[in-house]
């Protein structure tokens, strides 16, 4: 069967990915810190909040739900209270598990204290020991049974006894008899332990420490990139390099796509980030260069939050389109994707501009309104009357240009960031969708009823450009006077 390439950015299919790893939560103490202690010189913190996140592989599964995959995880943990509180989490997130107890084992947890955002002190509490043989077992006969239903598989290994040597190298053998692709972030020296996987993402302090290789230019890349393949006999040989992007083999040549991040503020679970981002777009059937692209993307968006954080296609589509490298057609949503999309914004507190209309023939005038309706706020969005709309504002014989015309044209102006298609006579139900701030007509309505002032905030009237019409333009092409 013919494959299809999956755009990650525009695809409505939910892939299906297996994570086999290790789980632990995340906890922290927030507070402030006003003094030091009088019984040692240490600071004395005020803990005004505690919060609990899914940490290790669950950070991948999060990222991986954020972006919209269907996840099941595959785990070893303790028969004690952090087990029954990390299962919770795992089911309030909507992930399936197939979690295997050990009483002697403790759930890892990594407790935080932070002050005024910085970390103060951090403190484990878990095993890290290799998980015994009954363990290994039971987790290879249940991704014996399931794999198949998966579209790929992620190994997330922290180190923490889950993954052992051996057990790796049966899950990578059952994987790969059944068609599947295991995506590795790798821990340790040893990549042996993950031969015949299809690709790992170690990052440069890691690649170096497991191939011995110093990398300071292309020429050691290459070579700690060729060394890495021949350990782990990989079909893909990759390195993350951070701010400087990801860099892979292709044909023997170091490839390097590089990422471009607004703004640092923290590389906490940018490495399950890649992952993740790399595990869905894979599984989408994209290519590798493409793949790696959208890693890049969702990676630039992650470091530019604070602690271990998760992306969603959405906060994609804005970067890329504020790196100037989204795609037209990612500017055209459904009334379903504005709607997400419009929470997004006003939970970033952006200011939303609507406006609507036919724009059957683009001219001057409409580029005029619409930039001057821009400026009203942070963001544009256009309800564009639908094809059907346009017959039974204006007859038969319009539209000229098609809906899916006139949307792409219009959504590759600078001034408009996104195009809602809608088939009502009027836009109403798009509006009550959208709530804008601000609403745009033309100055000629001017003492009338403007559909929609009744949820927007504001409402304003732009004046049009004198003798730039459509019906003006049709006239024009016929031959009739003016």
Known sequence: MEKI??????????PNILVVGDLMIDHYLWGKCERISPEAPVQVVDVQKETTVLGGAGNVINNLLSLGSQVCVLSVIGKDETANELKQMLQSVGAKSFLIEESNRKT?????????????????????????????????????????????????????????HNLCQQLIVCAKKNGKKVLVDP????????????????NKKEAQEASNIKINDETSLNAALMKLKAVASLEVSMITLSEDG??????NEVIIKPTVAREVYDVTG?????????????????????????????????????????????????????????????????????????????????????????FDILHKGHVSYLNV??????????????????????????????????????????????????????PYELIYKIKPDVLVKGADYEGKCVVGSDIAKETKLVEFINGKSTTNTINKINGVSQ
Do not use: W
């Open 5 to 14: 390439n999956h755009s990650p950015l525009t695809t409505h299919y939910s």
């Open 246 to 251: 990801i860099a892979f083999l292709h044909n």
């Open 270 to 358: 940018a490495g399950d980030t890649v992952l993740a981002s790399l595990g869905y777009a894979l599984a989408l059937q994209n290519d590798l260069a493409s793949s790696v692209e959208f890693a890049n993307l969702a990676a630039g968006v992650v470091v530019g939050k604070l602690g271990s954080a998760t992306v969603s296609l959405d906060e994609i589509e804005e970067y890329k389109s504020s790196l100037h490298k989204s795609s037209i057609e990612l500017h055209i949503k459904t009334f379903d994707e504005i709607e997400k999309v419009v929470s997004r914004l006003k939970q970033n507190n952006k200011k939303v501009v609507f406006t609507n209309g036919c």
């Open 187 to 202: 821990k340790g020296k040893d990549y042996s332990k993950y031969q015949g996987a299809y690709l790992l993402t170690p």
């Open 373 to 426: 309706a821009k400026s009203f706020g942070d963001v544009l969005i256009l309800g564009l009357n639908s094809d059907a709309s346009v017959k039974r504002l204006k007859g038969e014989n319009r539209p000229i240009n098609c809906q899916d015309d006139r949307a792409y044209i219009l959504s590759a102006l600078e001034c408009v960031d996104y195009v809602v298609i809608f088939d009502e006579d009027t």
């Open 108 to 164: 890892s947890k990594k407790s935080r204290i932070m002050a005024s955002h910085s970390q103060v002190v951090r403190f484990d509490n878990e095993s890290k020991e290799d998980i015994d043989l009954y363990s290994q077992k039971q987790l290879l006969e249940k991704f014996e049974a399931c794999v198949a239903s998966f579209d790929i598989v992620l190994f997330s290994d922290y180190g923490k006894g889950v993954l052992t």
